[in-house]
């Protein structure tokens, strides 16, 4: 049974760099991210959780969302079981609840950063980016 922890930024404005992080643990471990795909998503008061930025098992590929292209940038950390998502250039649509997921699969692309393509969710983080 995996579990998924984000982090608790606070508040960032529209120059902040602000960046969460994802950390992974096992009931039984050991774990690694090495096995799946992991990634970002967000949810919006009234709006439907929609992808981020995914990256594939070992690290080999990496994908981001057209909503953050350019802005946010998706990373790990494999000795200490973290996933990480920096936001720069940060907007006030750009808040939401962010959560961190454990792909179905090892594969990240946009056919993948789908909610459907993800098996394991972190209970998410509210991020509020003011103007």
């Known amino acids: 049974h995996v579990q998924l922890q984000e982090s608790v930024p606070g508040l960032g404005t529209g120059s902040q760099t602000l960046s969460l992080t994802c950390t992974v643990s096992?009931?039984?471990?050991?774990?690694?991210?090495?096995?799946?795909?992991w990634g970002w998503f967000r949810q919006a008061p009234g709006r439907a959780r929609e992808g981020v930025a995914c990256l594939s098992s070992g690290s080999t590929s990496k994908y981001t969302a057209e909503l953050a292209r350019g802005r946010f940038s998706v990373s790990d950390d494999k000795a200490k079981n973290n996933v990480y998502i920096q936001m720069n250039n940060q907007k006030p649509e750009d808040t939401a609840v962010y959560y961190c997921?454990?792909?179905?699969?090892?594969?990240?692309?946009?056919?993948?950063?789908?909610?459907?393509?993800?098996?394991?969710w972190g209970q998410g983080t509210q991020v509020t980016v003011s103007s």
């Open positions: 096992c009931a039984v471990p050991p774990c690694t991210l090495d096995d799946y795909s």
């Open positions: 997921g454990r792909g179905r699969n090892c594969w990240c692309s946009s056919t993948y950063l789908e909610v459907s393509e993800f098996g394991a």
